[in-house]
Nanobody, 125 residues
Framework: QVQLVESGGGLVQAGGSLRLSCTAS????????MGWFRQPPGKEREFVAA????????NYVESVKGRFTISRDNAKNTIYLQMNSLKPEDTATYYC??????????????????WGQGTQVAVSS
């Protein structure tokens, strides 16, 4: 089992920045690909970004390309989501997830095996 804990959420004005972190614990002897998803109020959970186990492959949803950057530090069992130029439509609960498909950066929720509890991000206009 892998436990994931997100941090770094908060309230920010439009145009501002936040950095989310997600730290894994438990069975971290295997390398997982990791992803960030978000769930806006009243909407479905959606893909945001993903990174492969080695970090050499990433994927982003079109709406965050050029603004968000996913990265990982395997020595710390931590991934990050640097979010710049935030917009009100980025308001959501952000979840990190781990996938056993370590060689790719999966986009589909069904590809992920473990999920964190989420951290809230609110962007005011």
């Amino acid at each position: 089992q892998v436990q994931l804990v997100e941090s770094g959420g908060g309230l920010v004005q439009a145009g501002g920045s936040l950095r989310l972190s997600c730290t894994a614990s438990g069975r971290t002897d295997s390398t997982y690909s990791m992803g960030w998803f978000r769930q806006p109020p009243g909407k479905e959970r959606e893909f945001v970004a993903a990174i492969s186990g080695s970090g050499d492959s990433t994927n982003y949803v079109e709406s965050v390309k050029g603004r968000f950057t996913i990265s990982r530090d395997n020595a710390k069992n931590t991934i990050y989501l640097q979010m710049n130029s935030l917009k009100p439509e980025d308001t959501a609960t952000y979840y990190c997830a781990a996938s056993k498909l370590m060689f790719i950066a999966p986009l589909r929720k069904a590809s992920y095996d473990y999920w964190g509890q989420g951290t809230q991000v609110a962007v005011s206009s």
